[in-house]
């Protein structure tokens, strides 16, 4: 007798349903894996899609320490070294002047000539006599004093009131307000209050005064202001200034260790060099002057 189904009688339709799903249970057709970073992008009007901002940092510069070159008790037999050298290296420096150093001798008038003619050079009123090296006498009598150094500003024509004391490490700038003498204090107010601004030093360049030779290197000295920076032991933070003395400079062997200083100066990128001018608390007048 024949056994006969309800789809038609075929026994191997009776059995493909079970065997297709145990084939697609175990063996699966194709398989979808989501990535795991979709990124959605987003077009702007045009249809493009956007560039990407591209963000700028810096760094903000840091700020250079200044360093003020000056020279006094020019014009003498030093000046004119000094000079050529400074205007060879290119270097800012000032130049405080003796009044009566002027009018001593006609190449002491030609050296003055060449300084109001130089580049880069500030001049600067130290007064007319020097204290005829009689400092202590000198300032007993402010009047005198500021009569004094009247007469080298009048003289010389000098369009600037920043000025140094002979003999003296005095500062009236602002409210900067030192003297190294107390017995020099009337004389330095009171040329003060007569419109002169006042300028010591920070760090000198010593010299011996029987040879004129002087006693530091320029390598070693160069030592000595990485250290006064380093210690913050000046007037003004970050601000330095350097006395030396015209005269020193006569003999080739000290004028090369005053080219070596500047050159020295010149590889070192935390240090700016700048004329008394730009020292803070220098009236701006004189800036608008220069």
Known sequence: METSSDDGGDPAAATFPKTLLLLLLFFPI???????????????????????????????????KKLYLTFDDGPNRGTRNVLH???????????????????????????????QTAHQVELCNHSYCHAN?????????PDSVVSDFTRTRDSLHLNNPVSRTPGRNIWRIDSLH???????????????R??????????EWHFDP???????????LMKQIDSVFHHNRTRNKDHLVLLAHDQ?????????????????LKQRDEYELSLVSDYPGVPDTLRRIR
């Open 210 to 220: 029987k040879t004129m030779d002087v006693t530091t290197t320029a390598a070693d």
């Open 194 to 203: 007569a419109g002169f601004v006042l300028m010591g030093w920070d760090l």
């Open 248 to 264: 020193v400079y006569q003999k080739s062997g000290d004028s090369l260790q005053l080219r070596e200083l500047l050159q020295l």
């Open 133 to 141: 090296n009689r400092y202590e006498r000198y300032y007993q009598e």
């Open 85 to 115: 050298i400074v205007q060879d290296e290119q270097v800012p420096v000032t130049f405080f002047l003796v009044g009566e150093h002027v009018f001593a001798s006609a190449v002491q008038a030609q050296l003055w000539d060449s300084l």
């Open 178 to 192: 030192f003297t190294d003498l107390k017995k020099s204090a009337a004389a330095a107010d009171s040329l003060q």
């Open 30 to 64: 194709a398989s979808y894996t989501p990535q795991k970073h979709a990124a959605t992008l987003v077009l702007s009007k045009t249809g493009q899609a956007p560039k990407a901002a591209t963000v700028h940092t810096s760094r903000p510069k840091k700020q250079k």
